[in-house]
């Protein structure tokens, strides 16, 4: 049977918490202060805590970092005072792996406990290398760091703020965080923040009732609903709206969120992990993000680093997506020429990881063979400045790209769908044209 401990001066709390935790099939151990938990944890193997901030010889910050300290593998969770956030957040800096608020929502409690519990009931997560076990490819020093600080994370509840640049894969660490985490049998559902119209936030998070407005033909869960018991991850989370950010606080803080048109909020059960390649502090300052809302959704902050800073890792990374590339097209694997290779290596990536594998995806695609060559790469110096007439020249290529498909179409249909003889047809290779229907979404 699984051990847990309680720490609170209140003996009714106590006793609450004690009866609710036994009848999850649990034993349990009360103390009423700092010292007495100090003597239980020196006597006894705990698989959870659960501490008020405020004790008559202390407080549960300072506990939070003893146990830290001297039972790193013991999951703690703070006990806070309603809308005690700045508390809850100190909590979560410290160490802790979440926290309730009093009173104490039974429903939200079992949940924390159960997610607690999954991570006494883990081994230490030991360094993952393999592809199809790490998305996170990457031998270089700051990819080893990033991944032993990825482990710590998923161990935590605490909300955490990926900051790095377009294309380095901040939703891969998201979810890396996620499935390492005792949430990892529940959903992950990542949301672009930019991508929401303005109007349909509001629906698109918390949801909307049958009837609700124009327009709302069914009942609708949104995407805290969508995510309950998992994990929300607000990509791009600098572009929402003043508004929405006022909305969000309110949902991220209580812990429930409103459907329009509902009179009752909904508790809900989540974790937040959000991410951005703004520099947040600066918008804060600027007044284009809420401080408190910054305050809450940046406990911890992890920063994602661009591919110019991974030595080493532009070879793991070509060889792994040029192989899943050819399993995707169905071909034999390509290579890189030792020049390619070396031009890959000197070149900046200012789109980073997004940027190498649509370098790749073009060079397989115009290779004349199966070994690409330096030429094949098209690298082009990003440092330069563009010419004028920027809008026109978007304007051609929509324009073009509606012409390339149109011919695409016409020889299908003329081949009657046979892709070889299309191909041919059009004066290119089998792979050039995959390569091309798979761009224009023709496929």
């Avoid at 703070?78 to 957040?89: E, L, N, P, Q, R």
């Avoid at 991570?119 to 080893?144: C, F, H, R, Y």
């Amino acid at each position: 049977m699984q051990h847990a401990l309680i720490i609170d001066d209140e003996p009714d709390i106590r006793e609450l918490l004690e009866i609710t935790l036994n009848r999850m099939q649990l034993r349990t151990h009360a103390a009423a202060n700092v010292r007495e938990a100090k003597t239980l944890l020196a006597e006894h193997d705990f698989d959870l805590c659960l501490t008020d901030m405020r004790l008559p010889d202390g407080n549960g910050i300072e506990l939070v970092e003893y146990i830290q300290v001297n039972h790193p593998a013991l999951p703690v969770a703070m006990i806070t005072a309603h809308g005690s956030m700045d508390t809850a957040i100190k909590a979560l800096k410290a160490g802790a792996f979440d926290f309730v608020s009093k009173p104490i929502d039974l429903g939200i409690l079992r949940g924390l406990v159960d997610s607690a519990l999954k991570l006494s009931n883990q081994d230490d997560i030991p360094p993952l290398t393999e592809p199809a076990d790490d998305p996170l490819l990457g031998e270089s020093a700051v990819m080893k760091k990033l991944k032993t600080t990825i482990n710590k994370l998923a161990r935590s509840q605490a909300p955490v703020c990926i900051l790095g640049e377009s294309g380095v894969g901040k939703e891969l660490v998201a979810n890396r965080i996620h499935n390492l985490g005792p949430r990892a049998d529940k959903p992950f559902v990542p949301v672009n923040c930019g991508a929401i119209p303005a109007e349909l936030m509001e629906s698109e998070f918390f949801g909307h009732l049958k009837g609700s407005f124009t327009g709302a033909i069914t009942d609708k869960e949104g995407l805290f609903l969508a995510a309950n018991g998992g994990t929300l991850f607000l990509d791009e989370i600098a572009e929402l709206p003043l508004h929405m950010q006022v909305k969000l606080l309110r949902g991220i803080q209580e812990k429930a969120i409103k459907p329009i048109g509902a009179h009752n909020e909904i508790p809900v059960d989540i974790r937040i992990l959000s991410a951005t390649h703004k520099d947040l502090a600066k918008e804060v300052h600027e007044g284009h993000f809420r401080q408190d809302l910054y305050f809450r959704i940046n406990v911890i902050e992890l920063q994602v680093p661009p591919l110019r800073e991974r030595n080493g890792d532009i070879r793991i990374l070509s060889e792994y997506l040029l192989e899943r590339l050819a399993g995707q097209w169905e071909v034999e694997p390509l290579r890189l020429s030792n020049t390619a290779r070396n031009k890959l290596e000197g070149y900046g990536f200012p789109g980073n990881v997004r940027e190498l594998e649509n370098i790749l995806e073009r060079a397989a695609t115009l290779c004349d063979n199966q070994l690409i060559e330096a030429e094949d790469l098209h690298l082009q110096d990003k440092t330069k400045p563009q010419p004028a007439g920027m809008a026109q020249q978007g304007q051609l290529e929509d324009y073009l790209e509606d012409q390339e498909k149109q011919a695409i179409v016409e020889a299908l249909e003329k081949t009657r769908w046979n892709k070889t003889a299309a191909a041919k047809l059009l004066g290119l290779s089998f792979r050039q044209l995959r390569y091309r229907l798979k761009k224009l979404e023709l496929e």
